[in-house]
């Protein structure tokens, strides 16, 4: 159905290849344009330290968030297993906010690695952005990804990412400015990634700032829908 379609639109470059290099589809027939982000606040929006301190968050606390559901392509489990491996002197918690069949064996995991009450399972949550007003940082370790919406609502929201390498996730910030893209599998880079945004804040702001400008220069819906637009009219065109 690809090969008779007119014209495709991909949501990332790598989503590209992939239908140019597996399927065979002439690369002048796809167009890249990204998702765009469904829900974002602005720069003035107040902190959310009430949820901080429901969850027992000091001000120095620095929290991780990943809102994604409990599948095994999620891979929150590593992610558990990453943060096991931060140094004890390091605060921080982990917020993973969710639902689904790979939720039991992460919480029973957090509870063997004696984590208990510094991960911290949100269930499913239909409005999140209470959660990125209360966050920190922005983590992703998932197996399976197209572009993450979840990551591109985290650096609207002012959110560092530390991700890793599977397809699309590079295009949702900009790596070594607004987050650290990770080898895929490379747990220790992973965790050196987090304990170096942990332990410094003014990297943190500065990839905060940077992540909001690239968010709103790429994924707001009115630069997407035009683009859209744009497209349909050269199609129309020809």
Sequence with gaps: ?????????ANSHVAKRVLTDTYD????????????VLRFTDEAAVRNTSLRRYHGANPSTVVLLNVAMFRPEKNQRELIQICSRLPGYVDWQLWLAGDGPARKK???LAHDLGLGGRVKFLGYQSEPTPLYLAADLAVLSSRSESLSNYLIEAQLHGLPAVAYDIVGVGECFAPDRSGFLIENQNQTAFVAALDR???EPALRKRFSDHARRHAQAHFVPDRQVQAHLNLFRELVKK
């Design 1 to 9: 159905s690809l090969r008779k379609c007119p014209h495709t639109v």
């Design 25 to 36: 589809i002439p690369a002048h027939k796809i167009t890249v344009i990204h998702n765009a």
């Design 106 to 108: 992460c919480e029973r």
């Design 197 to 199: 945004l942990i332990r």
